[in-house]
């Protein structure tokens, strides 16, 4: 297995030294890809190449974010005609002593994508503000539902390796270059039946101040997965194939809305006037709800038990 490791270096002068320094000798290739950054991370990773042979050096013109980087990183590696190719930052926040536990099942053909999980890490969650905890879970919750990967956690951890032949099934163009990068990977997967497997790790924290802010996540990434969310629905249940759950969403989401806006009518209706409404202007809709939202249950459940998997 011929395996590379891509670092996108931003204002990471202090730390890429080591980050490289502490890659395990099973690398066979250091992708580093500067992304056009303002402090002396070139000189340094220049100098580090001239003792280390492994070490690649890509350089961008114009910032591309992370997920330019790594896009700029994928192609070098699929040129390298490596197998495995991992992502870690260059802010030293990743151990690299888990490169082994992250390459195995792909060499065992037991997954396509391996990442880190540093929720099973529960002394590190008890120190995380309580805030911070349930914005995690909500963005987690939104991110399962949008790329149909149920079964992982930490879906943001973007500490990861993955096969090469599943990385070139992927289509590039819709893999997002700045912060939406580690959950547009995820999507893209899904369409191509990526297997991915989680690695618990412990959380690892520098000082390294994360460039996110809690305003971009809770105004940008809720529409973006939303869209992702429509388009895996339409793609998987209604264009790829038609199943149990494709009926169940095709009758349920027109009863639950019909019941709901006939409901909402008629209440404000009868409310204004100020009388009773009808028995049966109260149980049609009632029933109709119902039975839509059971059928969009039966839906879900039918996804959530359909993650791509190995037989």
């Known amino acids: 297995m011929i395996i590379s490791v891509i670092i996108p270096c931003y204002n990471v002068a202090r730390h890429i030294e080591d980050v490289i320094n502490n890659l395990p000798d099973q690398v066979d290739y250091i992708i580093t890809v500067n992304d056009r950054s303002p402090d002396n991370t070139e000189s340094i990773i220049l100098q580090l190449q001239q003792k280390n042979k492994k070490i690649i050096y890509l350089k961008h013109e114009v910032n591309q974010g992370v997920g330019g980087a790594m896009l700029s990183g994928f192609k070098k590696s699929l040129e390298l005609n490596c197998d495995i190719t991992l992502k870690m930052d260059g802010d030293n926040q990743m151990d690299p002593s888990y490169i082994p536990v992250l390459i195995e099942p792909l060499i065992n053909n037991k997954a396509d994508f391996t990442k880190g999980n540093r929720f099973r890490d529960f002394t590190a969650l008890k120190k995380m503000p309580i805030g911070r905890r349930i914005g995690n879970l909500g963005l987690s919750f939104l991110i399962k539902a949008a790329s149909g990967y149920w079964n992982i956690f930490d879906p943001t951890n973007g500490y990861f390796a993955i096969k090469n032949e599943t990385l070139q099934s992927m289509n590039f163009k819709k893999i997002h270059n700045r912060y939406f990068f580690e959950s547009s990977m995820l999507i893209e997967l899904y369409h191509v039946n990526g297997v991915i497997q989680d690695v618990p790790m412990k959380a690892r924290y ?93 839906a879900a459940n039918y996804d959530i038990n359909n993650y791509p998997k190995r037989d």
């Open 206 to 298: 520098g000082d390294e101040i994360s460039g996110l802010s809690k305003t971009k996540t809770l105004f940008e990434f809720p529409p973006k997965l939303f869209a992702a969310f429509l388009r895996r629905i339409a793609l998987k249940y209604f264009l790829y194939e038609f199943n149990v759950a494709s009926l169940f969403v095709l009758f349920g989401l027109p009863l639950f809305i019909f019941g709901s806006v006939y409901g909402i009518v008629n209440f404000i209706k009868y409310a204004s006037e100020k009388i009773p409404a009808p028995t049966g202007t109260v149980v049609i809709p009632t029933l109709l709800i119902t039975l839509g939202f059971q059928l969009l249950l039966a």
